[in-house]
C-alpha cells in the first residue's frame, strides 16, 4: 500500500510539469487530425445511417410512438447524432490509449527513471515492436469484451461496472509492459506481474474510472451533436492527461518494484557459497585432532 501511496503522488505531480503537458498535446494533435478526417467524410452518412436505422426498428416503433403521444417532436433527429457518438467515443478511446502507449509512455518513463533511478540498470527485455503488438494484442482483446458486454450494461449497475473494469485491464496490460521494457528483463517483468498483479490491476481500474471524467462534457447532449468538432478534441485531450498520469503512476510503480526485486535478489545469500557448518565440517576432517572450533579457525586464519 505504501508504493501505491508513494507512486501516486508521484505521478500526480509529474503531471504539473510542462514537459508532461506538451507531451500530452501529441497525440492529441494526431488523433485530432484522425478524428476531423473521419467526421467530415463520414458524420453526415453516419448520422443518416442511424437515424434510418432508429426510424425503421420495429422495437423502437412503440417508443417513438408513444414519444409523439405526448407531444415529443421528432426525437430521431436527436438521438441519431447521439448514438453515432455514443459508438464512436469508445473507438476514439482506445486510439488514444494505444497513441499514448506507443508515443507518450517511454518518454515519460525515461522521465521519470532520469529523475529518480539514474543508476537502475537497463536490461531492455521489451523492444519496441514487441511492445506495440503487445499493446495492439491487448487492444483487440478490450474491444471484443467491450463489445460483448455491452448487453450487460442495460443492468444498471453493470454499465458502472463492466466498461472501466475493461479499461483498466487494458491500461494495466498496456502500461506495466511499457514501464518495465527498458530497464526489467522478461524474467524480472513477469516476476513483478506475478507479485504486484492485484495493485497494477487496482491502478488500472483507479484510472479508468478517472477516464470517466470527459462524461462531464459529452453531458451537454445536442449541445455536444453540434459542437462535435470542438468537444470531441477537448475530451480527447482529457483522456490523454488521464493517460498519461496512469503512465506516470505506473512507471514510479514499476520502476520503485524493480528496484526493490533487484535490491532482494543482491542481498540474496551465494548459491555457490558452502554454509558455514559444511566449512567446519570440512576444516575438521583436515585437523582431527583439534576441537571443531579450533580446527575452523586454523583453516580460516588469514595468511
Same mark, same amino acid.
Given at each position: 500500500?505504501?508504493l501505491l501511496?508513494d507512486s501516486?503522488?508521484r505521478a500526480?505531480v509529474y ?6 503537458i506538451?507531451? $500530452?498535446?501529441?497525440?492529441? @494533435?494526431l488523433i485530432?487530425v484522425l478524428g /476531423?478526417a473521419?467526421g467530415?467524410?463520414?458524420w453526415d452518412g453516419?448520422?443518416?445511417g442511424?437515424? $434510418?436505422m432508429?426510424?425503421?426498428? &420495429?422495437l ?6 408513444w @414519444?409523439?403521444?405526448?407531444?415529443v417532436g421528432?426525437?430521431t433527429a436527436?438521438?441519431?447524432p447521439?448514438m453515432v457518438?455514443l459508438v464512436?467515443t469508445?473507438v476514439?478511446?482506445?486510439?488514444s490509449l494505444l497513441?499514448v ?9 525515461a ?5 529518480r ?8 527485455g ?7 503488438v503487445?499493446?495492439? /494484442?491487448?487492444t483487440v482483446?478490450?474491444v471484443?469484451?467491450?463489445?460483448v ?9 453493470l454499465?458502472l461496472?463492466?466498461?472501466p473494469?475493461i ?6 496490460r498496456?502500461?506495466?509492459?511499457d514501464? @518495465? ?10 516476476e513483478?506481474?506475478?507479485?504486484h498483479r &492485484?495493485?497494477?490491476?487496482g491502478i488500472g481500474?483507479l ?6 471524467a ?9 449541445v455536444?451533436?453540434?459542437a462535435f468538432f470542438?468537444?470531441?478534441p477537448?475530451?480527447?485531450w482529457i483522456? &490523454?492527461l ?8 505506473f512507471?514510479h510503480y514499476?520502476?520503485?518494484?524493480l528496484?526493490?526485486?533487484r535490491?532482494?535478489? /543482491? /542481498? ?7 554454509p558455514?557448518?559444511?566449512q567446519a565440517a ?5 585437523h582431527?585432532g583439534?576441537?571443531?572450533?579450533e580446527?575452523?579457525t $586454523?583453516e580460516?586464519?588469514?595468511p
Amino acid at each position: 500500500m505504501g508504493l501505491l501511496v508513494d507512486s501516486f503522488w508521484r505521478a500526480a505531480v509529474y503531471c504539473l510539469r510542462p514537459r508532461v503537458i506538451m507531451l $500530452s498535446m501529441v497525440p492529441l @494533435l494526431l488523433i485530432g487530425v484522425l478524428g /476531423g478526417a473521419l467526421g467530415y467524410f463520414y458524420w453526415d452518412g453516419a448520422v443518416r445511417g442511424m437515424r $434510418s436505422m432508429l426510424e425503421s426498428s &420495429t422495437l423502437l416503433a412503440t417508443f417513438w410512438g408513444w @414519444l409523439h403521444a405526448w407531444g415529443v417532436g421528432d426525437v430521431t433527429a436527436v438521438m441519431a447524432p447521439l448514438m453515432v457518438i455514443l459508438v464512436v467515443t469508445p473507438v476514439l478511446v482506445m486510439v488514444s490509449l494505444l497513441a499514448v502507449a506507443l508515443l507518450m509512455t517511454p518518454a515519460l518513463v525515461a522521465l521519470v527513471a532520469q529523475r529518480r533511478f539514474p543508476h537502475l540498470e537497463r536490461k531492455r527485455g521489451g523492444s519496441f515492436w514487441a511492445g506495440a503488438v503487445w499493446s495492439l /494484442g491487448s487492444t483487440v482483446l478490450a474491444v471484443v469484451a467491450l463489445v460483448v458486454s455491452i448487453p450487460l450494461w442495460l443492468v444498471p449497475p453493470l454499465v458502472l461496472v463492466l466498461p472501466p473494469l475493461i479499461w483498466g485491464w487494458l491500461t494495466y496490460r498496456v502500461m506495466a509492459f511499457d514501464a @518495465l521494457a527498458e530497464h526489467a528483463s522478461k524474467e524480472e517483468r513477469r516476476e513483478i506481474l506475478r507479485r504486484h498483479r &492485484t495493485s497494477l490491476l487496482g491502478i488500472g481500474v483507479l484510472t479508468g474510472y478517472l477516464g470517466a471524467a470527459p462524461s462531464l462534457v459529452w453531458a451537454s447532449g445536442v449541445v455536444f451533436a453540434a459542437a462535435f468538432f470542438v468537444l470531441v478534441p477537448l475530451a480527447i485531450w482529457i483522456y &490523454t492527461l488521464v493517460f498519461a498520469f496512469s503512465s506516470l503512476w505506473f512507471a514510479h510503480y514499476c520502476l520503485a518494484a524493480l528496484e526493490r526485486l533487484r535490491r532482494e535478489g /543482491g /542481498g540474496a545469500p551465494s548459491a555457490t557459497a558452502a554454509p558455514v557448518s559444511d566449512q567446519a565440517a570440512v576444516a575438521f576432517a583436515n585437523h582431527p585432532g583439534a576441537a571443531p572450533d579450533e580446527a575452523f579457525t $586454523s583453516e580460516n586464519k588469514l595468511p
